[in-house]
Every structure is written in structure tokens, then in C-alpha cells.
């Protein structure tokens, strides 16, 4: 298992450190220390970060609400913040449907096209996954490279998602053009 987690840790350093995929010319802080960090997503504009973490209330997983959708603002003070019911509803926002204990459907709002899963691994723990290149992957963060749009129809380069091959441990990414 220590291995296996090693391997992981040695695959996300990889992935950020690829040439050729550099996030634009911000520096993109990484969200650590938080034990229930599931993903998280930066986009292009500036450094502000969401982070999608487990929802767990009095040491359980909330059924009703498994997730927890909140910014982490590095470009102002560093600050946690809530999203507004517009971000929620129409762009950041996840539609969860149970389908067994201890595993949900996930689907972003803005795109509504590829499904993601919340469940627990091999480890126990709770992960997201999903087809990352073709894999099975627990998905560690979404890169937007963002070209204008508007608020709530935001037009969008590239998708650069980045996530742990569920089998293998190794690192697996895939950039792609938004339908």
C-alpha cells in the first residue's frame, strides 16, 4: 500500500511538472492539507481555485450532500470562500445522484457530458473517478484554459484533466477541446 501511495505521490509531481502543459504564466498554488480534498479546479483567469471535498458531518459522509464546493481565493488573501447560488447552479456546481451506499454519480452542471463517480477505493477512502486517457482514474484536479465567453457561457481553449490510474498508480492526464 505504501508503495502504491508512493507511486501516486512520485505520478501527481510528474503530471504538474510536465513541459509543454504549463497552466499559462500564473503560478498555480496547489491546495494541500486537507484531509478531505477530493479535487479541485483552476482556470486561466487567475489563481482563485475551487476545491471539491467529502461533506462529512458528525464523522459521516452526508448522503444527502456528499460534496462540498468551496473557493479558496489565492489571488485575493488566500481566504475560503462559498460559491454563489449562480456558480453552484450554473458552472462549478456537481449534480450528485446516489446510486448505492457509499457510491454517487457526479456530473457538472456546465457540461453535463462526462459522469464521474464518488466511492471508496481499495484504501477505504473516498475518491472520485473517472475515464482520464482512456483509464479508470481517481481524478486529482481540472486545468480550464479559458477565451472569453461570458459569466455563464464561458468559452473554453482546453479542459487539461489530471487524475491516478485506479489499476496501475501511475500518473495519466488528458487535455481536450470542449464540445
Not at 500564473?26 to 461533506?55: A, D
Not at 459569466?151 to 492526464?173: N, Q, R, S, W
Request: with cysteine; charged share 20%.
Amino acid at each position: 500500500m505504501k508503495a502504491l501511495l508512493a507511486k501516486q505521490l512520485l505520478g501527481y509531481l510528474l503530471l504538474t511538472a510536465v513541459p509543454g502543459l504549463a497552466q499559462d504564466s500564473l503560478k498555480f498554488p496547489v491546495p494541500s492539507g486537507n484531509p478531505n480534498q477530493l479535487f479541485y479546479l483552476q482556470r486561466s483567469q487567475n489563481t482563485n481555485t475551487v476545491v471539491y471535498e467529502l461533506n462529512i458531518k458528525n464523522g459521516l459522509l452526508d448522503s444527502a450532500t456528499p460534496i462540498h464546493i468551496f473557493w479558496i481565493c489565492y489571488a485575493e488573501k488566500g481566504q475560503q470562500e462559498e460559491l454563489t447560488a449562480l456558480q453552484r447552479k450554473y458552472t462549478y456546481g456537481v449534480k450528485v445522484t446516489s446510486i448505492s451506499k457509499d457510491n454517487y454519480e457526479l456530473r457538472f452542471l456546465a457540461t453535463k457530458k462526462q459522469t464521474f463517480q464518488l466511492m471508496k477505493g481499495s484504501d477505504n477512502l473516498f475518491h472520485v473517478y473517472g475515464l482520464i486517457d482512456g483509464k479508470r482514474a481517481i481524478l486529482s484536479s481540472i486545468y480550464l484554459q479559458m477565451d472569453g465567453g461570458t459569466l455563464l457561457k464561458p468559452h473554453f481553449d482546453y479542459v487539461l484533466t489530471k487524475g491516478i490510474d485506479a489499476e496501475t498508480g501511475d500518473a495519466v492526464m488528458e487535455k481536450s477541446k470542449p464540445s
